[in-house]
């Protein structure tokens, strides 16, 4: 709500709101240097960000990685979004590269 009001808005507001920036306010809090990015790959993101780091250190462009993961559906309609999209498991769960798991679409 506070970027409703350009008054309210400072230097530091986009680390709040944008879910881009989250892993750069991380990296600057920390003082963390090297590759700072937010993967969003939906039910795979943190398994992307595992390959992305590792990709990195592997590659010499860093000598560790800090990956986290989360995924929060906090609104209800996306869940129902991803069925309908046939996304989700008979048992209604996202299983990315699992063999259960379903294909969206037919190729």
């Not at 400072?10 to 990015?37: Q, V, W």
């Not at 993967?39 to 990685?65: D, K, Y």
């Not at 129902?80 to 989700?88: A, G, I, K, S, V």
């Amino acid at each position: 709500m506070s970027t409703n009001d350009p008054d309210r808005v400072t230097e530091h507001s986009i680390f709040g709101h944008t879910r881009g920036m989250f892993a750069n306010g991380l990296s600057h809090f920390f003082n963390l240097t090297g590759p700072s990015f937010t993967v969003e790959t939906a039910c795979s993101s943190s398994l992307m960000a595992i390959e992305r780091a590792l990709a990195s250190i592997r590659s010499g462009q860093c000598e560790a990685a800090l990956v986290g993961g989360s995924n929060l559906l906090l609104k209800p309609l996306a869940s129902l979004e991803f069925h309908r999209l046939n996304m989700l498991s008979e048992e209604g769960m996202c299983k990315a590269f699992d063999a259960s798991g379903r294909m969206p679409f037919e190729y």
